[in-house]
């Protein structure tokens, strides 16, 4: 009998553990946030079991993930609300706290362990947020934009905008707008005030990153969430599709490009595994609304279902021979799917022979960084000082010459916006050339795969 209650008793602890060990991506209360851009070395620590790994772009960030930057590297995680953290070099963080209260209000806490990291803070009504750093912790009552180092020796707090309260033992203190607290972590903790933010050379970066957030973000979709919009409305614009409403399209893509061409199946306990788009703009459309592929157009995004989190995009109306992605059937590492084209190549393309980039038709944006030029512009023919459009592959009519793109690329700004409606119910589309399909081989073993075209079915 007393085996039997034993028995009973383990499994039950077993049970509570195994409960325990899901991550709280699948709690109701859960958060999700985005690794919205990545520079040179960066190493990120899921708490998945395989240790740390290679960043890329468009990561889910959850609760107690640590992300990291070598000598090279640069990151940037961006919230819901638009807010943001950026990492300079040899910076590390970690995400302690990332969940949400009965109120509905976001509670998050941020741990700088080393480094240089600057926020950029819109605080909610009911939220909270605080961030640990050099055996002190700070607290937002307000919106804030500040910076934090930390080292061995000296941990320092500068303040742009707005207020932060701090604590720490018997240390009480607010820090005002350009204001700056520094920290003798070495001699007794002795603390340095300036009435003056006290400037790093990483400032520029920072104030760089912040222009192009400010510049580019204006239009949400009707969305409750802003995280992703800056990059949606950068690479792409909207287009009205009679019977669709308004979609979206990046820019340089062809009739024949397809959204599942570059990113990676990346494993998360407790979810299974989760597709994550190489594309600089590839939040948005991959957790929220759908893929449809329209006639005359090909594939857009529609806006909408924003009250559910989607690891697999939803799909209406493929061609005929599309052939959905599926993930691996076996639990195991990250899988790369690359079709092969792709970003920007530097060429001596102009008289001079100086190097220049191209961008090629189909890339859709990947590779090209933030905010170097007009993509509406260049979208349209016109050629930039330093990028050149370069379109290739195009299967829907003639080739386009040097400085044009393809008919069906983006309009360089977006129509007068309509509702937006659900999609019909799928329906045949025109035989369009043939589509490429994704086609991966199960197994923890495969690392990279490459897109292979299918071919088209007679009709």
């Given at each position: 009998?007393?085996?039997?209650?034993?028995?009973?008793?383990?499994?039950?602890?077993?049970?509570v553990?195994a409960?325990?060990a899901?991550?709280?991506?699948?709690d109701?209360?859960a958060?999700?946030v985005?690794?919205?851009?990545?520079?040179?070395?960066?190493?990120?620590?899921r708490?998945?079991?395989?240790?740390?790994?290679?960043?890329?772009?468009?990561?889910?960030?959850?609760q107690?993930?640590?992300?990291?930057?070598?000598?090279?590297?640069r990151?940037?995680?961006e919230f819901?609300d638009?807010?943001t953290?950026?990492?300079?070099?040899?910076t590390?963080?970690?995400?302690?706290?990332?969940?949400?209260r009965d109120?509905g209000?976001?509670f998050?806490?941020?741990e700088?362990?080393?480094?240089?990291a600057y926020?950029?803070?819109d605080?909610?009504?009911?939220?909270?947020?605080t961030?640990?750093?050099?055996?002190?912790t700070l607290?937002l009552?307000?919106?804030?934009?500040?910076?934090?180092n930390?080292s061995?020796?000296e941990a320092?707090?500068a303040v742009s905008?707005?207020?932060?309260?701090?604590?720490?033992?018997s240390?009480?203190?607010?820090i005002?707008k350009?204001?700056?607290a520094?920290?003798?972590?070495?001699?007794?903790e002795?603390?340095?005030?300036?009435?003056?933010?006290?400037e790093?050379?990483?400032?520029?970066?920072?104030?760089?990153q912040?222009?192009?957030?400010?510049?580019?973000y204006?239009?949400?979709?009707?969305?409750?969430?802003?995280?992703?919009f800056s990059?949606l409305?950068y690479?792409?614009?909207?287009?009205d599709?009679?019977?669709?409403g308004?979609?979206?399209?990046?820019?340089?893509?062809?009739?024949?490009?397809?959204p599942?061409?570059?990113?990676?199946?990346?494993?998360?306990q407790?979810?299974?595994?989760?597709w994550?788009s190489?594309?600089p703009?590839g939040?948005?459309?991959?957790?929220y609304?759908?893929w449809?592929?329209?006639?005359?157009?090909?594939?857009?995004?529609?806006?909408g279902?924003?009250?559910?989190w989607?690891?697999v995009?939803?799909?209406?109306?493929?061609?005929?021979t599309?052939?959905?992605?599926?993930?691996?059937t076996?639990?195991?590492?990250t899988v790369?799917?690359?079709h092969g084209?792709?970003?920007?190549r530097?060429?001596?393309?102009?008289?001079?022979?100086?190097?220049?980039?191209k961008?090629q038709s189909d890339?859709?944006?990947?590779?090209?960084?933030?905010?170097?030029?007009?993509l509406?512009?260049?979208?349209?023919?016109r050629?930039?000082?330093?990028?050149h459009?370069?379109?290739?592959?195009?299967?829907?009519?003639?080739?386009?010459?040097k400085?044009?793109?393809?008919?069906?690329a983006?309009p360089?700004?977006?129509?007068?916006?309509?509702?937006?409606r659900?999609?019909?119910?799928?329906?045949?589309?025109p035989?369009?050339?043939?589509?490429?399909?994704?086609?991966?081989s199960?197994?923890?073993?495969?690392?990279s795969?490459?897109?292979?075209p299918s071919k088209?079915?007679?009709?």
């Open positions: 009998m007393r085996m039997q209650r034993a028995a009973w008793t383990l499994v039950l602890v077993l049970s553990a409960l325990l899901i991550p709280l991506w699948a109701s209360q958060r999700i985005r690794l919205s851009d990545v520079q040179g070395d960066v190493r990120i620590d708490r998945a079991g395989e240790g740390s790994e290679r960043a890329i772009l468009n990561l889910p960030i959850t107690g993930t640590r992300l990291t930057t070598g000598e090279n590297g990151a940037e995680i819901e638009g807010s953290i950026r990492l300079t070099a040899q590390e963080v970690e995400f302690s706290r990332l969940s949400l109120s209000g976001k998050t806490n941020v700088v362990n080393e480094g240089i926020f950029n803070i605080l909610g009504k009911h939220d909270d947020f961030v640990d750093f050099g055996r002190r607290n009552e307000r919106s804030a934009r500040f910076r934090i930390v061995r020796s320092r707090l905008h707005g207020s932060v309260e701090l604590t720490g033992g240390e009480r203190r607010e005002g350009n204001h700056t520094t920290w003798d972590l070495e001699n007794a002795r603390v340095s005030l300036a009435n003056d933010y006290l790093d050379p990483s400032d520029d970066w920072n104030h760089d912040d222009e192009y957030h400010a510049r580019n204006g239009r949400n979709s009707g969305s409750p969430y802003a995280y992703g990059d409305n690479y792409g614009s909207y287009v599709a009679p019977g669709y308004q979609l979206w399209r990046p820019y340089f893509a062809s009739y024949n490009w397809d599942f061409w570059d990113g990676s199946w990346v494993y998360y407790g979810v299974g595994y989760t994550v190489a594309y703009w939040w948005i459309p991959y957790r609304g759908s449809l592929f329209v006639p005359s157009y090909g594939w857009c995004w529609q806006p279902y924003w009250n559910a989607y690891p995009p939803r799909v209406f109306n493929p061609p005929p599309w052939i959905s992605p599926q993930p691996p076996q639990r195991g590492a790369v799917v690359s084209g792709g970003g920007p530097i060429q001596p393309l102009d008289p001079e022979g100086r190097l220049v980039r961008i890339s859709a944006g990947l590779g090209v960084p933030r905010g170097r030029m007009d509406s512009v260049m979208s349209s023919g050629v930039g000082p330093d990028m459009p370069a379109p290739s592959g195009i299967a829907d009519g003639p080739r386009p010459g400085g044009q793109v393809a008919p069906s983006a360089s700004s977006p129509p007068s916006p309509t509702a937006v659900t999609p019909p119910a799928p329906r045949p589309a035989a369009p050339a043939p589509a490429p399909s994704i086609r991966i199960p197994g923890p073993n495969v690392r795969v490459t897109v292979a088209t079915s007679p009709h």
